[in-house]
């Protein structure tokens, strides 16, 4: 997988937008927060990305549906998870609006085991 920054500016502030390219390379817009902070929106439809960063270079540590409705179900447990392996940011994609386009992004975005 392949990331790489997006440059939007919005109000003169650049919005913490960044992309990835799965394995099929197909390109995931994401958008970026801090691993520390629990994402919020738990009951939103998203795929969330777990990232560690060595430099500017990232890579994804895992990858699941937030969804509670989704065959993981939501699990606070993962972000401790996520975290113990390294993870730093987490990155969020919206676009996907369906179960299965989720799960369909999940597994291209998702890193070998």
């Known amino acids: 997988m392949q990331d790489e920054a997006l440059h939007v500016a919005s109000g003169g502030d650049l ?9 099929s390379g197909r390109r995931y817009v994401v958008s970026v927060y801090p691993m520390t902070a629990m994402w919020q929106e738990a009951h939103l ?3 969330l990305i777990a990232v560690a960063r060595d430099g ?23 972000f401790g998870q996520m ?6 940011e987490l990155h969020v994609h919206l676009l996907a609006t369906s179960a299965g386009e989720r799960a369909a992004v ?8």
């Open 83 to 88: 975290r113990a392996c390294g993870a730093v």
């Open 106 to 113: 999940a597994r291209d975005l998702r890193p070998f085991q």
């Open 56 to 78: 500017e270079a990232r890579r994804i540590v895992g990858v699941r549906d937030s969804s509670p409705l989704s065959p993981e179900g939501f699990d606070g447990a993962w």
């Open 45 to 47: 439809d998203a795929v």
């Open 15 to 23: 919005l913490p937008l960044r992309a990835w390219r799965g394995r």
